[in-house]
C-alpha cells in the first residue's frame, strides 16, 4: 500500500511490466519471423520488431506515468499493427483489423477478451495467494472494483500467454466461424461450445512445461502467475531488489 500510493516507488515496478509487456511482444514477432519465413512479410515484421527495440530504451528511461503510458501505448499500437500477420489459416474469418472491447467487435477480439479474462482472472488468484492484495495496482491506478494489481501483472503475459493461445486456436483450427454470433449492436459473442473448447485448451496449455526464464526451474505454464506473484512478494517485502519481469525466450 505504501508503494501504491507514491507515484516515485510505483514507476519502478510499472516499468518493469510494461518492459516485460513489450520485450514479449517483440520476442513473438521474431519468433513468427524464425518459424515462418517464407509465409510471412518478413520486412515488415522485422521493421515493427526494430521499433519495439527502440521504445524499449524509451521505456527503461521513463521518470513518469505519463511518459510511460505513452511508450506504452505507441507499443501496443506498434505491436498490434503487425498481429494480424501471425493469422496464418482461416483468414476470411479470423482477421485483426484493431483491438477493440466492451464489446468486441469481431471473432479474434472476441477470443483475446475472453482469454484476457482468464487471463486475469489466473493472476489475481496467485497474487491472493502469495498475500497480496489483487485491486491495489502501480500501472493501473486503484478504480473501485477494478482487480489493478493483476491487470499491472498480466500487461507482461499478454503476448505470450494470450495472444500467442489465441492464434494457436485460430491457426490449428480449433475453433471456427460457425461458433461466433454477431448481435444487433455489433457485439460478437461466442457460443457455448466453442467457450468449452477453448477453456479446456486453456487448461491444457497450463500443463505445458517451460523453463522459467529467472528462476531456470521447469514449471507448468498454468504456474508462472503464481511464480511472478511470487517474485513480486519478494521485492516488496525486500528479499529482491527488483521485480525481475517475465521475459520469455
Same mark, same amino acid.
Given at each position: ?34 518459424? =515462418?519465413? *517464407?509465409? /510471412? ?37 506498434? =505491436? ?14 479470423? =482477421? ?47 478504480? %473501485? ?6 491487470? +499491472? ?5 499478454? %503476448? ?5 493461445? /489465441?492464434?494457436? *486456436? ?17 457485439? /460478437? ?33 498454468? $504456474? /508462472? ?13 525486500? +528479499?529482491?531488489?527488483? =521485480?525481475? %519481469?517475465? $521475459?520469455?525466450?
Amino acid at each position: 500500500y505504501a508503494i501504491a500510493s507514491c507515484d516515485e516507488n510505483s514507476i519502478l515496478l510499472a516499468r518493469n511490466f510494461i518492459l516485460g509487456k513489450v520485450y514479449n511482444a517483440k520476442w513473438s514477432i521474431e519468433r513468427t519471423i524464425r518459424d =515462418y519465413p *517464407l509465409r /510471412v512479410d518478413a520486412q515488415r515484421l522485422k521493421e515493427a520488431s526494430s521499433r519495439l527495440t527502440d521504445l524499449l530504451n524509451c521505456i527503461r528511461q521513463s521518470v513518469d506515468f505519463e511518459q510511460l503510458r505513452g511508450f506504452e501505448g505507441k507499443a501496443a499500437g506498434e =505491436y498490434f499493427r503487425v498481429f494480424d500477420d501471425f493469422i496464418l489459416q482461416q483468414k476470411r474469418d479470423f =482477421y485483426f483489423k484493431e483491438r477493440n472491447k466492451r464489446p468486441p467487435l469481431d471473432n479474434v477480439n472476441a477470443l483475446l477478451s475472453f482469454c484476457y479474462t482468464l487471463l486475469a482472472n489466473d493472476v489475481a488468484s496467485a497474487l491472493e495467494a502469495v498475500g497480496l492484495d489483487s485491486y491495489v495496482g502501480f500501472f493501473h491506478r486503484d478504480r %473501485p472494483g477494478r482487480i489493478s494489481l493483476a491487470l +499491472d501483472l498480466m500487461e507482461e503475459l499478454r %503476448p505470450i500467454y494470450a495472444d500467442r493461445f /489465441v492464434i494457436s *486456436l485460430i491457426n490449428k483450427r480449433m475453433v471456427s466461424s460457425s461458433g461466433f454470433t454477431q448481435k444487433e449492436n455489433g457485439a /460478437v459473442v461466442m457460443d457455448d461450445a466453442t467457450r468449452k473448447t477453448v477453456l479446456n485448451a486453456w487448461q491444457e496449455r497450463k500443463q505445458e512445461e517451460i523453463t522459467h526464464p529467472f528462476l531456470s526451474e521447469k514449471i507448468q505454464w498454468g $504456474l /508462472v502467475p503464481h511464480a511472478q506473484a511470487m517474485l513480486l512478494a519478494r521485492h516488496i517485502r525486500g +528479499d529482491l531488489d527488483e =521485480y525481475p %519481469p517475465f $521475459l520469455w525466450k
